[in-house]
């Protein structure tokens, strides 16, 4: 496996050992938006919702 060009001067193992860090850090959830705060204000949601409910319920219903 080669060094990434953007990261000249990191090695591989460095790298690796970044991302591991990251992989077993305690997660936490951030900008998260609850679904009623999503729908209340805008309609657009809505919109999206009715639209992929009814192409689903097309694909369903012709296959």
């Given at each position: 496996m080669?060094?990434?060009d953007?990261?000249?001067g990191?090695?591989?193992?460095?790298?690796?050992?970044?991302?591991?860090?990251?992989?077993?850090?305690?997660?936490?959830?951030?900008?998260?938006?609850?679904?009623?705060?999503?729908?209340?204000e805008?309609p657009?949601?809505?919109e999206?919702?009715?639209?992929?409910?009814?192409?689903?319920?097309?694909y369903?219903?012709?296959?």
């Open positions: 080669e060094e990434i953007y990261f000249k990191v090695s591989n193992q460095e790298f690796i050992d970044y991302y591991k860090v990251d992989l077993y850090s305690r997660m936490q959830i951030t900008l998260y938006t609850y679904p009623n705060e999503m729908t209340e805008d657009g949601p809505w999206h919702l009715n639209r992929c409910q009814g192409i689903l319920y097309e369903l219903y012709n296959t």
